[in-house]
């Protein structure tokens, strides 16, 4: 009797153990589920910002702009900067209007720059009038031309570019970008002739022309550009003693180099060299943006002109992205840098009507005292954000 009860109280106890083993078994898969479904997710990609969210912003700038301002004004420098940008929202949003806009604004200025028609009178030296054809500033209008042209192909559209440039290519000066801006305003435009004409003398031509400027005023040290010979240290300093390199003036630049090389063809004999400057500045830029997501006017020395400024933060935020986008500059080691720029331009540069500000006005340096706040804006600033837009559009959206 007594061994049949030891017996049946060894099997409920190995009853027991089992049922605590199981209950330790299904608290353990618990315990795992439980760690699976409620552990923190992994940040967002790119929680900054969204395709969607930029268009929106590119929208409520543009139209701004647009409604208070007239397609009907003359084919320069800042016109042309703002049309360029326009030309990149239009193929972001496909907003008809936009295009509409820069077509009216072609068609006003007949397809022309400067409109002498006698070569004996055009000239390169700095002049808003007629006679100045060879002016860079009256030639950054080809690049819309011919990108129109590409869209929708007329002979008119590219007519007064084959005529102007053509002619400049055969003479022998090459110190017609004499100053950096210049740069931004026909480098572009030269691999787009090249597209357009198949003539190998708008790739020779783009290099000779670009070396000269380059042996003027890049500073190799820095990876910085001089805007012009008057500003090359030491002749021309900072108040304080130091290089001075112009924020917009190396902001056309450095978008300059993007958008040649987004036409150039990589079997060119100078991609490389392009490539190599670009990247330089590119890593100097880095250096010298400020903890709030802008550069300053004067980009080594923030004490010059100290505050904000949207039109050199908008171009290097295009050009630093144009890089990333096209896997010439390291995402991880840049993104940051279009982070914080993108931060500022939205929350601080755009103000709640669309309006953008804290551009410097139409210069050529830092300007200690000069007043640049929530009201300043301009044609080329808006062109230079709109481009930076488009071009973080095409980042998220990859």
């Known amino acids: 009797m007594m061994k049949g009860f030891g017996l049946t109280c060894k099997l409920m106890n190995k009853q027991m153990m ?92 007949q397809w022309k720059g400067a409109k002498s028609d006698n070569p004996k009178d055009w000239k390169f030296s700095y002049g808003e009038s007629n006679d100045y054809v060879l002016f860079g500033d009256w030639q950054a209008c080809f690049q819309i031309y011919i990108d129109l042209n590409q869209m929708d192909p007329n ?49 020779e031509k783009l290099f000779e022309y670009y070396s000269y400027t380059k042996s003027l005023t890049y500073d190799e040290e820095a990876g910085l550009w001089y805007r012009d010979a008057k500003y090359i240290y030491p002749k021309h300093q900072t108040n304080n003693g130091l290089k001075d390199f112009w924020s917009r003036g190396n902001g056309w630049v450095i978008a300059a180099h993007a958008r040649t090389l987004d036409k150039l063809p990589k079997t060119d004999e100078h991609y490389s060299d392009y490539l190599n400057v670009y990247k330089s500045m590119a890593k100097a830029l880095k250096e010298s943006q400020q ?64 309006t953008l500000g ?26 230079a954000f709109l481009l930076a837009a488009a071009e973080m559009v095409a980042y998220l959206e990859k």
Not at 53 to 64: G, R, Y
Not at 318 to 326: A, R
């Open 358 to 383: 804290y551009v410097q006005p139409i210069g050529e340096r830092a300007i200690p005292g000069q007043i640049v706040d929530q009201n300043s804006t301009s044609d080329f600033g808006v062109g």
């Open 18 to 109: 089992s049922m605590k083993s199981l209950f330790r078994y299904i608290f353990f898969l618990g315990t795992l589920l439980l760690l699976q479904y409620c552990k923190p997710a992994p940040p967002a990609k790119n929680q900054f910002a969204t395709a969607e969210s930029v268009k929106e912003v590119i929208i409520k700038v543009n139209d701004k702009w647009q409604a208070n301002h007239s397609p009907e004004q003359r084919a320069f420098w800042d016109q042309s900067a703002y049309h360029i940008g326009n030309l990149a929202a239009y193929q972001t949003t496909e907003k008809a209007e936009y295009l509409d806009f820069t077509l009216d604004w072609a068609n006003h200025n």
């Open 155 to 203: 002979p008119i559209k590219v007519a007064r570019a084959k005529e102007v440039m053509g002619y400049e290519v055969s003479t022998d000066e090459n110190k017609y970008w004499w100053w950096i801006d210049g740069l931004y305003m026909v480098m572009p435009v030269m691999p787009r002739m090249y597209e357009l004409t198949g003539e190998d003398i708008y790739l």
């Open 291 to 354: 903890n709030e997501g802008y550069w300053t006017r004067s980009l080594l020395d923030p004490e010059q002109a100290p505050g904000p400024e949207t039109s050199g933060t908008a171009f290097f935020t295009y050009g630093i992205l144009w890089g990333i986008n096209n896997g010439v500059l390291d995402q991880k080691t840049y993104e940051p840098v279009v982070t914080r720029a993108w931060s500022y331009l939205t929350k601080t540069a755009v103000q709640a009507d669309g």
